[in-house]
């Protein structure tokens, strides 16, 4: 049985497994825990053997469990709501994914299954390029409000691009929180972009 040379604990059947292009072996979340520490970026270093990754794909067939395994909610089986009830009590929902950490009561504008697909393709398109963390999480959200506002005109993550490059080229900057007002999409509440920036997570 193979060791995961991060977590040195073995490599079980049943656990989802990320090889990299130099063919080691680790466990999928461990392997996300060391891209997000690396800024969220899929090219990383092998830490057995140093070659660069390059293996991209999405670790399972299944879109919303390929969002979950990126995002923190995969650490536990499901976390629960960060927001309180009237009475003063945490709130006992689960929280769902991407969803600042909020249960759909706390949060309305949810992703729903037919956007699984263009959300995953978004998300891991996002983990290969270089922006920074910061950037990251802002694009991730930018991309789940298009594909939730203009689902019926997307055909793929290259529409959803589009809007990103008509911004950048109209406002002649790379300041992404600007995006927000410049489409009249609701800005990300400031405290989940902190917490996941500081914590380097996607929530
Ligand atoms: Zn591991
Ligand atoms: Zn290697
Ligand atoms: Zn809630």
């Known amino acids: ?21 130099c063919n080691h072996k680790f466990h999928f979340v461990c392997f996300k825990n060391m891209v997000n520490q690396k800024n969220g970026n899929f090219f990383i270093n092998c830490p057995l053997c140093r070659h660069m990754n390059m293996n991209c794909k999405k670790p399972t067939l299944n879109d919303k469990d390929n969002i979950r395994l990126l995002s923190h909610s995969a650490l536990s089986q499901g976390i629960k709501c960060n927001c309180s009830t009237v009475k003063g009590t945490r709130c006992k929902n689960k929280a769902l ?20 697909h263009l959300m995953s393709k978004w998300l891991y398109h996002i983990f290969q390029t270089d ?73």
């Open 1 to 21: 049985m193979d060791t995961c040379a991060i977590c040195l604990d073995e490599i079980k059947d049943n656990h989802i497994i990320k090889t990299l292009s």
């Open 97 to 116: 994914l991407l969803n600042y950490g909020k249960c759909y009561s706390h949060n309305t504008n949810i992703l729903k299954e037919k956007h699984y």
């Open 131 to 203: 922006y920074s963390y910061l950037s990251k999480i802002h694009l991730i959200d930018f991309g789940k409000k298009i594909i939730i506002e203009k689902f019926n005109e997307l055909t793929g993550i290259e529409d959803i691009l589009y809007y990103l490059y008509c911004y950048y080229n109209y406002t002649n900057q790379s300041y992404m929180d600007g995006i927000f007002i410049h489409y009249n999409l609701q800005e990300p509440p400031k405290n989940w972009v902190k917490y996941c920036v500081n914590n380097k997570v996607v929530l």
